[in-house]
């Protein structure tokens, strides 16, 4: 039961109520010009402490996300995977410095993702947007907001992201990649390319494999990653639980392997095959000798992709051969390479009618 009183600043209302865990509480607001208006905002209120509707007019954006992350992300993803929502937190504190969750609304948030699409491209924006918008999924089924201010927002960008082209490497250069590099074996960067080139590893699991990872059996074991730069280098786990896997090399790769512990590796504790392969080096090679100037070594493992499409690989094979979740993933990474394969089986159809 509410009361009502008249003040100085006009009517204010005070109730107690009983919260969840059996204690009592009390909620009161003030500033309304009638008492008419304090019995309608009571009343409302009302209704909210009996949905468990307690806003927390003390809590930011920021400090909310980043527990949230904490609790309901961190232990269930990966580390490399948790640098997402890591990212997502710092352009909260960038774009919501110590503003209170309960006051954002969906036009102050539109403007700061409009603010967003001068500097970032679109999928940066829609991963931020998803980020926040399941945090505050959590934070309205707890009562703590009313409303998620990210329902009717709309993404958009005005930096354009990289082509799917850009991502590749012509076939023709891709292979004269790998024969220059095999050639010059004994130098770290090379023999990565060479590598990363003939079996598609991201390029944060080649850095992490070891000499017990390459089998005489011709096949080497995926089961960890690492990171060579940043706050969080060193080990790290696979990006999936589908990324541990074993992934088949001709003869050739182990011959290479071999000249490579005679001549280019560096004993270290730990077993690395690669200590001194920086990806500045190693992009610096690889542009060197193709005409895509934006490649970059994650080229390496897409024209592997292009290259298996190329011989006749099923679209099975290749997602576990890539560690891919499963094969929706690896569709909606290489679209345009199967948007290809489409019409070419759609002309095959055609054919045998």
Known sequence: MASYRKRSNGWEYRMSYKKPDGTFGSKSQG????KAEAVIAASQAQIDLENNVVVDKTVTLADYFEQWAEVHKKPH????????????????????????????TPTTYQNVLNLMS?????????????????????????????????????????????????????LEEYLELIAHSRKNIKYQSHFFIYLVSKTGL???EAQGLTTDDMLDILELVVNKSYKISGKNKGWK??????????????????????????????DNPEKRLFVRASDTAIKKIIRKRVSNKLATPHSL?????SYLKHKGIDILTISKLI?????????RTYTHLFKDQREEDFEKVRQLF
């Open 237 to 266: 786990g696979t990006k999936n639980k589908q990324s541990k896997r074993r992934v088949p090399y001709d003869s050739d790769v182990w011959e290479a392997y071999q000249e490579y512990l005679k001549t280019g590796y560096i």
């Open 301 to 305: 493992r897409h024209t592997y992709v």
């Open 118 to 170: 001068d500097r970032f491209v679109k999928e940066t924006i829609k991963r931020i947007n998803s980020h926040i918008r399941a945090a505050l999924k959590v934070a309205v089924y707890e009562g703590t907001l009313k409303k998620d201010f990210t329902t009717l927002v709309k993404v958009h960008s005005n930096v354009e992201s990289k082509s799917e082209e850009d991502k590749f490497i012509e």
């Open 202 to 204: 991201r390029p944060a």
């Open 323 to 331: 560690g891919h979740k499963d094969v929706l993933e690896t569709l």
């Open 31 to 34: 500033g309304f010009k009638t």
């Open 77 to 104: 993803v990966d580390p490399v995977t948790y640098e997402k929502y890591e990212f997502t937190h710092n352009k909260i504190l960038e774009y919501f410095p110590d503003v209170k969750m309960h006051k954002i």
